[in-house]
């Protein structure tokens, strides 16, 4: 079965310092990947998906991710963190050829610091 | 261009009262509609997903329904809700191509007394 693991519950980096935020994940096929932000009281908005291709994926907000196959992750990066940056990241995973649901992990709190 | 609407906002029910949370989507045909519920600003649950009018499956068995009367129109119910039943509920909407991202309402934040 499918599933997607984000290890820390919280990343705390200073503003302007680079940020990285890990994703790993499982399943039997090909994965489709994704990364969500949420701000407080608001719905997930879409950042950035690989599907095929380039490993580096480039998304929303000056955010990228890089896909690795043989570690089977997706971690979310940024070369300088904003303030604005703080909010609650979730990564996903969808299993091509297979469920076609999507599974999120349990999202990682980015707190950047002023 | 394609938007989501949840509504109400927020609401505050007593325990054992109905309920219904209502989605629709704008802009697109035939979506694939999903009900999601998040506890305490973490994870997603994943209550309820339909692929067509009338098509609901279910996820966890629990106290809630969803219904889809028309093609972009996503109901949540329940007959008598649970303090259990409190939380942030968000509908998602996507293509029926699928294996693609989802796409969120603002959410329904959903408090039982």
């Known amino acids: 079965a499918q599933s997607v693991a984000q290890p820390e519950d919280q990343v705390n980096v200073a503003e302007g310092n680079p940020l990285t935020v890990k994703c790993t994940y499982s399943?039997?096929?090909?994965?489709?990947l994704f990364w969500y932000v949420q701000y407080p009281n608001r719905g997930l908005q879409f950042l950035l998906k690989?599907?095929?291709?380039?490993?580096l994926v480039k998304g929303s907000y000056g955010f990228e991710a890089e896909f690795n196959k043989s570690q089977t992750s997706f971690h979310l990066k940024k070369p300088s963190a904003l303030v604005s940056d703080s909010a609650l990241y979730f990564c996903?995973?969808?299993?091509?050829?297979?469920?076609?649901?999507?599974?999120f992990g349990k999202g990682t709190r980015l707190h950047i610091l002023p | 261009s394609q938007t989501i609407h949840q509504w109400p906002a927020t609401l505050v029910q007593p325990v054992g009262s109905p309920l219904s949370l209502e989605c629709t989507v704008e802009?697109?045909?035939?979506?694939?509609l999903y009900w999601y519920r998040q506890a305490a600003g973490r994870g997603l649950q994943l209550l309820f997903y339909?692929?067509?009018?009338?098509?609901i499956s279910s996820e966890v068995p629990q106290n809630l329904s969803a219904s889809r009367p028309q093609d972009r129109q996503f109901i949540l119910s329940s007959k008598k809700l649970l303090l259990s039943d409190s939380g942030f509920y968000l509908c998602?909407?996507?293509?029926?191509?699928?294996?693609?991202?989802?796409?969120f309402g603002p959410g329904t934040r959903l408090t039982v007394l």
């Open positions: 998602a909407w996507e293509t029926t191509s699928g294996r693609n991202e989802q796409f």
């Open positions: 399943v039997s096929g090909n994965p489709y």
């Open positions: 690989y599907i095929t291709g380039d490993n």
């Open positions: 996903a995973v969808r299993d091509y050829g297979r469920d076609d649901k999507i599974i």
């Open positions: 802009g697109t045909s035939n979506p694939n």
């Open positions: 339909s692929v067509g009018i009338g098509q």
